[in-house]
């Protein structure tokens, strides 16, 4: 049985790779994860808002599920993956992930996160991954000399605002 590659696998290909990797990574660490709010570092409203509009960053939906056929609760919701670009200087604005959880994976560069739950700035860099839900909100910007890119899994529900959900 053959299998024919279309140039929309190959990205996935290369996603899973690095997932298996930083896996890999992080449990032979077992302890705090790259990326992660140091332990010392973690309150409740640590950090203010921070912008609020998005600048020099596109937002790619790659690919989307309906989830609508695993029943009423999940009623026009979406499982969505995207490829976000974030330009040097570059903003995702203030949201929050009340109700929409995500799983962020930086691919290229390096890029800092300020979230509401955390008193220092996070630097993200290649290959970490960043579960985001609950009671967070936050916003990243492009501090480095390259542009980054980052692939965002998330699921949108009807009262997400799909246009306002960086």
Request: glycine content about 8%; proline content about 5%.
């Amino acid at each position: 049985m053959t299998s024919k590659m279309t140039a929309t696998h190959k990205p996935f290909r290369a996603l899973m790779a690095l997932g298996l990797l930083a896996g890999a990574s992080m449990i032979s660490m077992g302890t705090a994860l790259a990326g992660d709010c140091p332990a010392d570092q973690v309150a409740d409203n640590a950090m203010e808002a921070g912008a609020t509009m998005p600048k020099d960053v596109t937002d790619e939906v790659i690919s989307a599920i309906d989830l609508s056929s695993k029943g009423d609760a999940w009623k026009g919701s979406q499982l969505r993956m995207r490829k976000l670009v974030v330009q040097p200087g570059g903003v995702v604005p203030w949201h929050s992930h009340e109700a929409r959880p995500a799983n962020i994976l930086v691919t290229e560069g390096a890029i800092t996160e300020y979230r509401s739950t955390c008193k220092v700035p996070i630097e993200h860099v290649a290959g970490d991954v960043t579960a985001e839900f609950g009671q967070l909100a936050h916003w990243w910007k492009n501090n480095g000399s390259v542009p980054v890119v980052l692939y965002s899994a998330d699921i949108l529900s009807p009262e997400t605002d799909a246009s306002g959900s960086m």
